[in-house]
């Protein structure tokens, strides 16, 4: 062994380190990391605008891939900076850390959902030109990656210093980029991901104008909200019967958090409350939504007793009741915020708890303190006792699901094939359609760890359904006791019998409406089991393709001519009309060994989405299901979906 000197330390310099290992940046270069680094100069640019200077932002995607994202604010500062002897534009986009943020003078809270900064997405591109418009004055620089003569890669090294460009009467930033191909193999920014976000910040930054131009398609929307996220809760609830006309907009801040609140109550019975920490989504909720419940629910209850609409005699309402038929959105502005969660969407500072809780009840006092909005808080009241009346009828259905319960023991018997070990950390359930299947994988599973549960009929539809009436249905009954987390307000994932929860239906429309409406129940009634990632989907073989002395399993319409192809002469090809049609052995080693299958995770990336797709989809709107398909359905995606996941 030689001696191991400092020389020998390798150094990555700056933006090379990005390109090494560009996941611990961006998470991945997948589509997902794609888009980040189009984020990193929106959410810069939205800091700007969000704090006064400014207001709009253009984003323009242009035919050769690249993208420009031009804002109206201060501009970028152009001076010489004391340290790094550059350019102020040049340090934000060649130093780690430098751009996004800046400090906390210059914003009172920074928004962005990634704060890595400018400079990643300079290291992860062709080229970058900045131009700044400031002080009568235009400027410009260039950056660009390549390969040196030593074949070492090179990026984000500006051609040269900041240039003056000549005279100018506006402000503002303009920062184009061409995402490189080299990291981001073949992918293309998305036209719908990006307007879909967009719309977001514009619901979340009132007043603000987000534009957004394909050049190659023409298209063009903007989005610009002077009523912020109440016309969020508005739009979340188009198409649902509101109770109320106006949602109830609210907003306060205090030295360490500002808050705003938007509700409004519908016709529905369960919630849809989304939350924001600095404009990112926090899909698995936190502290501030905690704190938000809390304070929603004791103002409610003591209004309620001060105002004589509880009787002394009857007991407080809980906060499911306050919800049912809730539709909020939460944005709080704070700083060092810390996320937890199985996937670093939940906020964790202790702080936003009491701290919001504090301003929503302080707020909601003034709200309904005089005569102008008792009608208001009487029509929240007699829905949250509507819901109490229903709650307690379902809780005597509800003993019925208990497991130890001995009728429903009898229920589960010859349904519920257990497994033998006892770990859920561990355990799957395989919830298969059809009888016959069932039979299948009971005989082909690993019975240590794999429990199977048989559908007999298909689940109730939950979308809209009331939680008693849910509970009728026996299907949902035993899914329910199988699970043992119990449902609605008296889920604890902390009771899951299996961490793995896995649906197994047929590759045809009877099997896909299966997994639509069991994906309902959970999105309705345990959403935690879908945020918390326990939701799979098994994914069966279209087709086997075999001869005498070798076979194989085909997912998807795609692979199959690549797998004729290594059968070769002689083959014989088998398509699977269901499940059923498999014997034990087959199932599982296509569908269940955890060595060979293929599974799904079932995840809540857009809980807006999902809500506006739950509601067109499986609600009682038929036109608006109508339009939705005839917009949207391509049913050559559905192959293009498989080939996605299946790799
Ligand atoms: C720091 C200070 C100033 C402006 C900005 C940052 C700024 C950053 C970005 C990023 C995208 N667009 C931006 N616009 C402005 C203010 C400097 C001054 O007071 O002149």
Redesign the pocket.
């Known amino acids: 062994m030689s001696k191991y000197e400092s020389k020998d330390i390798v150094v990555l310099e700056g933006l090379e380190a990005v390109r090494l290992r560009p996941g611990m940046y961006i998470g991945t270069t997948g589509i997902k990391g794609l888009h980040h680094i189009l984020w990193e100069i929106v959410d ?2 939205m800091d ?1 605008v969000a704090n006064g200077f400014g207001d709009s932002i253009e984003i323009t995607l242009n035919k050769d891939g690249s993208v420009v994202v031009e ?1 109206n ?5 152009v001076d010489i900076h004391p340290t790094q002897k550059k350019s102020g534009v040049e340090v934000v986009f060649t130093q780690l850390h430098a751009g996004g943020k ?1 400090n906390t003078d ?1 914003y009172s809270y920074s928004g962005g959902l990634h704060g890595v900064g400018a400079s990643v997405t300079n290291a992860l591109s062709r080229w970058l030109k900045v131009f700044v418009h ?1 002080n009568g004055k235009k400027y410009g620089i260039e950056f660009s990656s390549f390969e040196d003569d030593k074949g070492k890669m090179k990026c984000g090294i500006p051609s040269g210093p900041l240039k003056e460009l000549g005279t100018s009467t506006k402000t503002g ?1 303009r920062v184009e980029f061409l995402p490189d191909d080299r990291v981001f193999e073949g992918l293309k920014l998305e036209y719908e991901t990006i307007s879909k976000r967009l719309r977001e910040l514009a619901f979340l930054n009132k007043g603000v104008k987000l534009k957004l131009i394909d050049k190659k398609t023409g298209q063009e929307e903007e989005f610009c909200y002077e009523g912020g996220i109440k016309d969020f809760a508005l739009y979340l609830n188009e198409g649902k019967g509101k109770l109320y006309h106006n949602p109830v907009y609210l907003t306060a801040e205090d030295k360490k958090i500002k808050m705003e609140l938007a509700f409004q109550h519908t016709d529905n019975y369960t919630d849809n409350i989304i939350s924001y920490v600095n404009n990112i989504p926090t899909t698995e909720g936190g502290t501030h939504e905690v704190g938000f419940k809390g304070g929603f629910t004791k103002f409610m209850n003591d209004y309620a007793r001060k105002n004589n609409l509880l009787k002394e005699k009857e007991a407080n309402l809980i906060g499911d009741d306050f919800r049912e038929g809730l539709t909020a959105v939460l944005s709080i502005k704070m700083n060092n915020i810390q996320f937890e969660g199985q996937t670093k969407t939940k906020l964790g500072n202790p702080e936003a708890k009491v701290v919001v809780e504090k301003l929503v009840i302080q707020e909601l006092t003034k709200f309904f303190t005089g005569t102008a909005n008792n009608k208001l808080a009487e029509i929240i009241l007699n829905k949250a006792k509507g819901a109490a009346k229903v709650r307690e009828a379902a809780r005597k259905a509800k003993e019925i699901t208990r497991v130890k319960n001995s009728l429903d023991n009898y229920n589960l018997v010859g349904k519920l094939s257990n497994c033998t070990g006892r770990k859920p950390e561990q355990s799957e359930l395989f919830i298969v359609e059809g009888d016959s299947a069932g039979g299948s994988a009971k005989q082909g599973r690993d019975r240590r760890f794999q429990a199977i549960l048989p559908l007999k009929g298909k689940p109730l539809n939950a979308e809209k359904k009331r939680l008693d009436q849910v509970l009728a249905n026996e299907e949902i009954r035993t899914i329910i006791s199988s699970l043992e987390t119990n449902i609605g307000a008296d889920f604890n994932i902390k009771n899951l019998r299996y961490h793995k929860v896995i649906i197994l239906s047929d590759a045809d429309q009877d099997g896909a409406h299966i997994r639509a409406i069991l994906c309902t129940f959970f999105f309705r009634y345990m959403k935690e089991l879908i945020t918390n990632g326990n939701v799979y989907i098994g994914l069966p073989p279209l087709y086997k393709v075999y001869k005498a002395n070798k076979t194989l399993y085909v997912y998807s319409d795609e692979e199959l001519p690549k797998a004729i192809k290594e059968v070769g002469r002689g083959y014989q090809i088998q398509r699977y009309k269901g499940l059923g049609e498999m014997n034990p052995e087959q199932l599982w080693e296509t569908t269940m060994d955890p060595e060979k299958r293929t599974l799904v995770n079932v995840t809540l990336e857009d809980a807006v989405e999902a809500e506006k797709l739950v509601v067109t989809l499986m609600g009682d709107d038929i036109n608006a299901r109508k339009e939705y398909i005839n917009k949207h359905a391509n049913f050559n995606r559905v192959d293009e979906f498989m080939k996605k996941i299946s790799k």
Do not use: L, S, V, Y
């Open positions: 810069n640019a700007e804002d604010g201060r501009g970028i500062p800046f210059t400031k930033t």
